[in-house]
């Protein structure tokens, strides 16, 4: 098995069901005690949320990239970045390190597109849904169209990771209110959901909604170990 790179902590709950996933799948494909070989670089985000929030997003692509080449040294077959945003950042980590940056977004897209569908609606962070690093890649790379919510329902999202769930917080309003912006995209021609952050779906799972839900996270994870057993 080839091992996987992980640039985690963003935030460190999201970086602990990678793992979790990672290994799971492994035993799952190889039985027994098998488990999966991972290195992983955790960043503070605190640090990366803040220099976020003001757009100095060349700060933060300096230190992505030193992780991943940190990982890479350390003998990485391969790198996943454990964030949907901070793939804003892909192609500059991608241009400086020789394995292969595994993009969290190709790996949905296929998933979507093996279940046949094409419209898709996208949930995350501010910077996911309304920047073009995610959404142009769907649509451009992969035919799919996107489905983002109306402001009111960004700024809920948004505001429920950063303020919530990414600091251990799981509360059963939030769930609801994601689960009806869920069902408004749906009202909007969505025929799936992309739960575009990492911490979502730890939100909303086993819940039950109309279309399907996208779990970016294990999606991400899975795809990786498909890699590395490959």
């Given at each position: 098995m080839k091992t996987i790179g992980l640039i985690g902590g963003m935030s460190w709950e999201s970086s602990l069901e990678y793992y979790r996933i990672l290994n799971?799948?492994?035993?799952?494909?190889?039985?027994?005690?098998?488990?999966?070989?991972?290195?992983?670089?955790?960043?503070?985000?605190?640090?990366?949320?803040?220099?976020?929030?003001?757009?100095?997003?060349?700060?933060?692509?300096?230190?992505l990239v030193e992780a991943a080449q940190k990982l890479q040294m350390a003998g990485a077959s391969m790198v996943l970045l454990c964030a949907n945003t901070m793939h804003l950042l892909a192609d500059d980590i991608e241009a400086?390190?020789?394995?292969?940056?595994?993009?969290?977004?190709?790996?949905?897209?296929?998933?979507?597109?093996?279940?046949?569908?094409?419209?898709?609606g996208l949930l995350g962070t501010k910077f996911t849904m309304e920047q073009d690093f995610y959404r142009q890649r769907l649509i451009e790379q992969h035919g799919l169209e996107v489905v983002i919510p109306g402001d009111n329902g960004r700024?809920?999202?948004?505001?429920?990771?950063?303020?919530?769930?990414?600091?251990?917080?799981?509360?059963?309003?939030?769930?609801?209110?994601?689960?009806?912006?869920?069902?408004?995209?749906?009202e909007a021609g969505a025929e799936g959901v992309i739960l575009g952050c990492t911490e979502l779906e730890l939100l909303v799972k086993d819940a039950t909604a109309a279309v399907p839900l996208f779990p970016t996270t294990r999606i991400h994870a899975e795809a990786a170990v498909a890699l590395a057993l490959g």
């Open positions: 799971q799948a492994t035993r799952a494909e190889l039985g027994g005690l098998h488990s999966a070989k991972v290195i992983m670089f955790s960043v503070d985000f605190a640090d990366m949320a803040a220099m976020q929030h003001v757009g100095n997003w060349a700060d933060i692509s300096d230190i400086r390190i020789s394995v292969p940056l595994v993009h969290i977004a190709d790996a949905v897209a296929e998933q979507i597109k093996s279940q046949g569908l094409g419209r898709v700024a809920a999202v948004h505001n429920i990771i950063y303020d919530e769930l990414c600091q251990g917080q799981f509360k059963p309003d939030s769930r609801q209110r994601v689960l009806a912006i869920c069902q408004e995209l749906v």
